[in-house]
């Protein structure tokens, strides 16, 4: 059974920085991709970041461009995101994401985290 677990959420100033890292268990697939959505009170859920199983192919939401990074580390089956220069607006549950497929589809992901709390104050 997949499991995708995250961890480091918490509250921060804005302007602060936060790290976020999920670690996948139960994937058949020797290759997947990984990414991260986020979902605000009263919100859509929305994209953030992804990434493919070799690391050198990453897409960012314009939200988040120059102020994320994503990463990952295939021997410990985790992923991290970076975040930086933090805004009251990226106060959201962040849900770690994964797909049985080396590069995400347009079917991404197949499955998700429960999510980890980040706040944001001004």
């Known amino acids: 059974q997949v499991q995708l677990v995250e961890s480091g959420g918490g509250r921060v100033q804005a302007g602060g920085s936060l790290t976020l890292s999920c670690e996948a268990s139960g994937i058949t697939s020797e290759k997947y991709a990984m990414g991260w959505f986020r979902q605000a009170p009263g919100k859509e859920r929305e994209f953030v970041a992804a990434?493919?199983?070799?690391?050198?192919?990453?897409s960012y939401s314009r939200h988040v461009n120059g102020r994320f990074t994503i990463s990952r580390d295939n021997a410990k089956n985790t992923v991290d995101l970076q975040m930086s220069s933090l805004k009251p607006e990226d106060s959201a549950v962040y849900f770690c994401?994964?797909?049985?497929?080396?590069?995400?589809?347009?079917?991404?992901?197949?499955?998700w985290g429960r999510g980890t709390q980040v706040t944001v104050s001004s």
């Open positions: 994401a994964a797909e049985d497929s080396p590069s995400p589809t347009e079917g991404f992901p197949s499955w």
């Open positions: 990434i493919n199983w070799g690391g050198d192919s990453i």
